[in-house]
C-alpha cells in the first residue's frame, strides 16, 4: 500500500499550514498543554512522535547546515547523551513555499541519541533516532521544523515502558505501518501554507 493511502491531510494552526501523515498519530493537545508555536502528534502505542515547530528565522545559521543545527540543539535542550548525526541533506529549493518572490529552501538532518522523558533522569533514558526537517521560509522570517523521534531501544526504567515494551522497539516494517524516516517524507513533501496571514506583519 501506497504512503499515499496511508496518511491523511491534516490542519495545522488553525488551517493556515497543512501536511499529511498517518492517521495513527493523535493531536496531543487533547491530552496535555501544547505551546501556541507547535502542533504535536503521537502514536501512543509506539511512543512515536511528530512536531510542526514555527521559530523566528537564525539568519545567523547558514542553510546548508541548518537542519543538523538545530538537530544538535535539540539534543543539548533535552540534556541529550551519545548524540550522532547520522545524515544530513543539501540544501532543496522549495518553489511551493516562497513568499513574496523569496525564495524558500529545506534541509533535512538525522541523528541518534540518549534522551529521557519528561523530568525522568538519566537512568531511564531511551535511544532514539531523530529526524528533522528545516523549512527556511526566508519571505516571512520563519524557520518551520519538522520533528520525528523514533525510539530504537526503550528503557525499562521508562514511563515509555509502560506503554511500550521495554528493549528493541518493533520495526515498522514488521507493524505493517510507515517507518518515521517515511512519515518526516511525506509530511514535508505535502507541507504548505494555506494562510500568509499566520506570520503576521511579515506577511
Not at 509506539?46 to 535539540?74: C, M, P, T
Not at 540544501?91 to 541518534?112: K, Q, R
Not at 520495526?171 to 517515511?182: F, V, Y
Amino acid at each position: 500500500m501506497s504512503s499515499e493511502l496511508l496518511c491523511t491531510e491534516r490542519p495545522l494552526f488553525g488551517g493556515a499550514i497543512s501536511s499529511s501523515f498517518p492517521q495513527r498519530f493523535q493531536d496531543a493537545s487533547n491530552i496535555r498543554q501544547v505551546p501556541d508555536h507547535q502542533e504535536v502528534f503521537v502514536d501512543p502505542s509506539r511512543d512515536e512522535s511528530l512536531i510542526f515547530e514555527l521559530l523566528d528565522y537564525k539568519s545567523d545559521v547558514g542553510d546548508n547546515v541548518s537542519a543538523s543545527w538545530f538537530l544538535h540543539d535539540l539534543a543539548r535542550e533535552q540534556d541529550a547523551e551519545a548524540f550522532k548525526l547520522i545524515e544530513q541533506s543539501q540544501v532543496i529549493d522549495a518553489p511551493v513555499l516562497s513568499f513574496g518572490n523569496i525564495p524558500s529552501v529545506v534541509t533535512t538532518a538525522v541523528g541518534e541519541m540518549a534522551i529521557s522523558k519528561g523530568r525522568q533522569g538519566r537512568e531511564a533514558q531511551n535511544l532514539v533516532r531523530v529526524y528533522v526537517a528545516n523549512l527556511r521560509l526566508k519571505g516571512v522570517e520563519t524557520d518551520v521544523l519538522v520533528t520525528a523521534y523514533e525510539p530504537i531501544l526503550i528503557n525499562p526504567l521508562s514511563e515509555s515502558a509502560n506503554a511500550v515494551a521495554s528493549g528493541l522497539a518493533v520495526p515498522a516494517s514488521q507493524s505493517g505501518i510507515l517507518p518515521m524516516c517515511d512519515v518526516t517524507k511525506h509530511a514535508l513533501s505535502t507541507f504548505r501554507v494555506n494562510d500568509w496571514s499566520l506570520f503576521g506583519s511579515s506577511a
